[in-house]
């Protein structure tokens, strides 16, 4: 006669009747969870990566419009939940008085949480040079990361990678003089970090401002400064004036450094030569 098949556990395996046990596995999370998170709830993130959040308006617009198309990142922190990622899309939303918010809902230590929003921070578009440089650097910095691995994760060349992180040792006066400038073109703010001193570096920035130096004049400067050269072609001026259209003045001297007194002098004495040609009086000291 054959046996009838047992059903269920083996005699081996006890069941656990522990009364936490189903809480125990309910509260552990098998991966990211997209939630929708009252708003009241949620904290901004106080290792926010990037300097300014900038204009709002726009992305505002758009959430009125369209909604939140991406969810922010945010980890859960005692009743709580902190951001991650997506702090702008946080300051609209709370701006526009909404209720809550789309959220993946992470269950992450605070190493990891700080380098995903590093990373997603670095992977936008509208972050300012700067911006990205020290970002860079705190990747570096906190998790000890050496350019291949930071190149690794955010998904550019290594000697990008080597190039951004330079400009993260420019000091906050060259910065002052560059952002005040309008910006400088990415290679000549890796020109400048190039530079061994940093008030080397402030002296650069100040004399490519303050005489509006193209690109060669710029090389040319940063080769004398760095010593691979003894002495400068020229002391080049550029004048460029609001409206470009009309006309750009510029004006190269032979002696290697020249004062703003100098450069009136020379001014007014081509004014000068001009109108004698002309035959119009000359002009009064």
Do not use: W
Not at 168 to 197: H, Y
């Amino acid at each position: 006669m054959q046996k009838a098949k047992k059903s269920g556990l083996p005699t081996s395996v006890a069941m656990k009747h522990d009364g936490h046990f189903v809480d125990l596995i309910s509260s552990r999370s098998l991966g990211p969870r997209i939630r929708m998170i009252p708003i009241e709830k949620i904290d901004p993130n106080p290792h926010q990566a990037r300097c300014e959040l900038g204009n709002i308006e726009e992305l505002q617009d758009s959430i009125r419009s369209k909604g939140i198309l991406e969810p922010i990142l945010v980890r859960a922190k005692g009743s709580r939940f902190e951001i991650i990622a997506g702090e702008r899309r946080f300051m609209a939303s709370r701006n526009l008085s909404l209720k809550e918010l789309p959220c993946i809902d992470l269950d992450v230590e605070d190493a990891e949480a700080m380098e995903i929003a590093l990373i997603e921070n670095l992977q936008r578009k509208d972050l300012d040079i700067f911006e990205e440089a020290d970002g860079l650097q705190a990747l570096a910095d906190i998790h000890g990361y050496n350019h291949e691995q930071i190149s690794e994760k955010i998904g550019k060349a290594r000697s990008t990678i080597t190039e951004i992180l330079s400009i993260a040792r420019i000091p906050q006066r060259a910065r002052d003089i560059i952002q005040e400038a309008g910006g400088f073109s990415r290679s000549t703010i890796i020109e400048i970090a190039k530079l061994k001193t940093e008030e080397d570096m402030v002296k650069f920035a100040h004399d490519i401002a303050e005489r509006r130096l193209t690109r060669e004049d710029t090389r040319d400067l940063a080769k004398y400064l760095k010593g691979k050269t003894k002495k400068l072609k020229y002391y080049v001026y550029n004048f460029v004036p609001e409206d470009t259209d009309r006309f750009r003045l510029r004006l190269e001297f032979k002696k290697q450094a020249i004062t703003k007194q100098e450069i009136i002098s020379v001014l007014q004495e081509i004014i000068e030569q001009i109108r004698k040609k002309e035959g119009t009086p000359a002009l009064k000291p």
